[in-house]
């Protein structure tokens, strides 16, 4: 099992940066690709990024246009999202989410384990 705690959303205006982190405990963090997946409100659950295990390889939803940035600290069992430039419709809540597959990139199916989520919300 992999315990999964995000943090770091909030109400940011438009325009406006977040790093958003996902704190893993249990098993070996560095042994899991993670990802990132948000779900805005009355819509399924997207894909935003994903990232090897070992942190060498990174994938983005094609909708980014570079906003987002992935990247993942093994040695203190943390990942992260950078995310510039918001706009309101980057407001969602969004998750964090680890895989025994050694490149899970947008198939939901792939991850084993899930937080909880962080809202984020992008308004004036």
């Known amino acids: 099992q992999v315990q999964l705690v995000e943090s770091g959303g909030g109400l940011v205006p438009p325009g406006g940066s977040l790093r958003l982190s996902c704190a893993a405990s249990?098993?070996?963090?560095?042994?899991?690709?993670m990802g990132w997946f948000r779900q805005a409100p009355g819509k399924e659950r997207e894909f935003v990024a994903a990232?090897?295990?070992?942190?060498?390889?990174?994938y983005y939803a094609d909708s980014e246009e570079g906003r987002f940035t992935i990247s993942r600290d093994n040695a203190k069992n943390t990942l992260y999202l950078q995310v510039n430039s918001l706009r309101p419709d980057d407001t969602a809540v969004y998750y964090c989410?680890?895989?025994?597959?050694?490149?899970?990139?947008?198939?939901?199916?792939?991850?084993?384990?899930w937080g909880q989520g962080t809202q984020v919300t992008v308004s004036s």
């Open positions: 989410a680890a895989s025994t597959w050694a490149v899970a990139g947008t198939n939901e199916d792939r991850y084993d384990f």
């Open positions: 249990g098993r070996t963090f560095s042994n899991y690709a």
């Open positions: 990232i090897s295990a070992s942190g060498d390889s990174s």
